[in-house]
């Protein structure tokens, strides 16, 4: 079993394992804030403006959207690579080091896969709208049907993206409620009103917490998670080889899929910094998310980040190095220079050069600095899809076929509907659902004392 | 049918490892343990095994051999298409679709075992001897029989290992080995 000195305790203010029970389950019992509130309102305006949004793309058709005949991929697919990168680090946090038995990721593996899971709802949504005739979306699934017989294409990476993200979901979904049953069990078993004891009963699926349940628990867990580190890396290489596969200037490169995998994944990590300082802050759990929690996040961002920058970098050069014109032109002409300049910049300064400034240890134990580098990072991953997917449809081969893009309310409106379902989820998540996993913060609570000797 | 068991809680994990060491000493045999987290040396000293991980590699093992069968049979025995003269039996552009369903099956799969192993479903009401031993308690079970003529001296073993409380209940325990 892995024990560390390195990295101190987990859990800080000498708890026992009724406290933990007490202080993560606190807030299902207390009264929602006045922010909580607020914040309901805001999702809920921003959910509907998604949902009228919808309704405009459904009930009219692509027309309504912005994309035209050179750019046909627009908002709707940067969105959907962007929700689909901040999934990944859910499952990437929880499961990498589940895999690597990190302790340390007990205080946020269960908001990483709650995140998870409406990040990859959220962008499950893009695709099937794309679709136009939304209605017609089954026609994806194999199945012997009285349409040919057809069969899907087998050989396409669009239909490798929806076998990639059906399995994701379900495997995020199962995973997150699955390791959620032993604390709705504690909460079912403690609460005194008749209600919560049989809401939780029933959610709880009957939960013993014997040793030989404890036992299939672990080997689960190991499963679901060994098999979801490969779904991981594969479900983003599918999504790189939706662009690789084309031969379109920009797209048509080897690099894509490491590069949209580790993009994914800093993303996300991006993401759950942002979320974890917030659940921290306004749920006072200094004691169970650490500075040194965060410290190492941060220090992940810093890595992650150099990664990516030599990707840029790597692109950049291959351009120049390659001799092929198309390409050269995308990069120097079209991106580093050109009417998408701002973008390119802001997805280099945002995701390269900004993350750097968690060399210094001040700015990793400064919570705001933390915060808002987070967030710049996730703006910044907006932009490099914004630069992927647009920049190189906008002026490809063609001169003749040469057009601007920009989005319409609608495509503004679904991409804004997204994020408020995906915050109304995190809301609805704080609340009714305990934001650390309480049986595994229990379980490192010995090592704790171990290294106090 | 129910039976008559002795409960022994403990506070903490250490004093429920020597009980049950002391108690394993004495041949008598371990009903079941319920604790707040899973034990690693716990599960050592019980020797638990589980063939999961097993079922798991021959779900995936049918499921993609099931997979590529299909994908053969549908895209070059039952509707070959022709893709720009590409070959309709594209062996290696079935794989990944192979390895990412193969994950799913596995996924659903082991979740049908996971449920049927520990006896869990929607709305199943929990059987357990002591509700705290999901909060902060851990809690041992023997059955009365195993301990006939030797009761008043187990009392005193669990009391003497440090446990908290010892009391005799009656009920009906379903237990998978």
Known sequence: MYKTKIRGPLILGGKTLRNISEDVIAPIYQKAPLWWWIMLGLSLLMSAFGLWAMYVTISTGIGTWGVNNSVGWGWAIINFVWWIGIGHAGTAFSIFLLVLRQKWRTSINRAAEAMTVFAVGAAALFPALHMGRIWLAFYIIPYPNTRGPLWVNFNSPLFWDFAAISAYLLISVSFWYFGMLPDFATIRDRATSKIKKSVYGILAFGWKGSIRDWKNYESLAFILGGIAAVLVVSVHSIVATDFAVSVIP?????????????????????MVLTLMILIRKLYNFENYVTDSHLNAIAKILIFISLIMGTGYATEVFIAWYSGNEFEMF???????????????????????????????????????????????????MWYERFNIVVTSLANDYLPANWVNYEPTLVEVGIYVGTLGIFILGILLFMKFVPMMAISELKGILKFNKEQKH | ????????????????????????????????????????TLLEILKIKSYFTYYAFLYGFGGALALLAFMYYAAVIDWPMNFGGKPSEAFPSFIIVTIVLTIFLITVLSLFTFSVRTDIYPGRKAIMPDPRSTDDKFVMVVAKDQIRNMEEEYHQMLKDSGASEVYEKEMELKIKP
């Open chain 1, 250 to 270: 920009g797209w048509h490169t080897t690099i894509f899929p490491p590069y949209f995998v580790v993009g994914a994944i800093f993303s996300g990590f991006a």
């Open chain 1, 330 to 380: 995308t990069f120097f002409h079209n991106r580093i220079t050109g009417e998408y300049t701002f973008m390119f910049w802001a997805m280099v300064v945002c995701n390269a050069l900004v993350p750097q400034l968690f060399w210094s240890k001040k700015i990793r134990s400064n919570l705001t600095a933390l915060f808002i580098i987070s967030i710049i990072i996730n703006i910044g």
């Open chain 2, 1 to 40: 049918m129910t039976n008559k068991y002795i409960i022994g809680v403990f506070d903490d994990e250490e004093t429920l490892l020597d009980a049950v060491r002391k108690v394993k000493e004495k041949d008598i045999d371990i009903r079941d343990v319920y604790t707040p987290y899973p034990s690693e």
